[in-house]
């Protein structure tokens, strides 16, 4: 699959040293306010834009720390899930997940800390399937859409909404 990225980031994936730094942005929607955190270590604001749409009306901030996430192999005919551990220094993240009626979506980008409004990887469309925490920290189980299972044609043709086919 081809990925068209800017010049900065070709540049530094390209060279022997760099000073650019590639960072993961997370957000989690819940019916209050979205969770974002950004694996790195300091904040970071950013409209994220996409194909030179802005996901964002105004820049949001994504809270800078650590978070683990194990991606899925690219082999094999499963729908893969990747995995989060996301420290719980919050209570607002185990509040949001309890509260959830849904299963909440979850976006990711990839951007350079130097151009963050530019996005270099993504968005990654994703739900939360499941989750588990205790007092040190919160793990969830991230999937992709399954696309494979949906129903096509979407619609049915009947006598009663084509006509003309019948």
């Known amino acids: 699959m081809s990925r068209s990225v800017s010049s900065a980031a070709r540049s530094a994936m390209y060279a022997q040293e760099t000073e650019e730094v590639f960072v993961l942005l997370l957000e989690v929607s819940t019916a209050g306010e979205p969770i974002r955190v950004a694996l790195d270590s300091e904040n970071l604001d950013t409209k994220l834009t996409v194909d030179g749409t802005d996901t964002h009306g105004t820049a949001v901030t994504f809270a800078g720390g650590y978070f683990g996430i194990e991606l899925p192999e690219e082999a094999g005919e499963n729908i893969s899930t990747v995995r989060v551990t996301i420290d719980n220094v919050d209570r607002v993240i185990v509040a949001a997940i309890r509260s959830a009626n849904t299963p909440p979506d979850c976006n ?6 130097s151009s963050p409004d530019v996005v270099e990887a993504g968005p990654y469309y ?3 399937e499941s989750a588990s925490y205790d007092a040190m920290t919160v793990t969830g189980e991230l999937a992709f859409e399954d696309v494979t299972n949906r129903r096509y044609p979407a619609h049915e043709y009947t006598p009663s909404n084509t006509p003309g086919l019948f």
């Open 108 to 113: 990711m980008w990839v951007v350079l800390r």
């Open 126 to 128: 994703l739900t939360l």
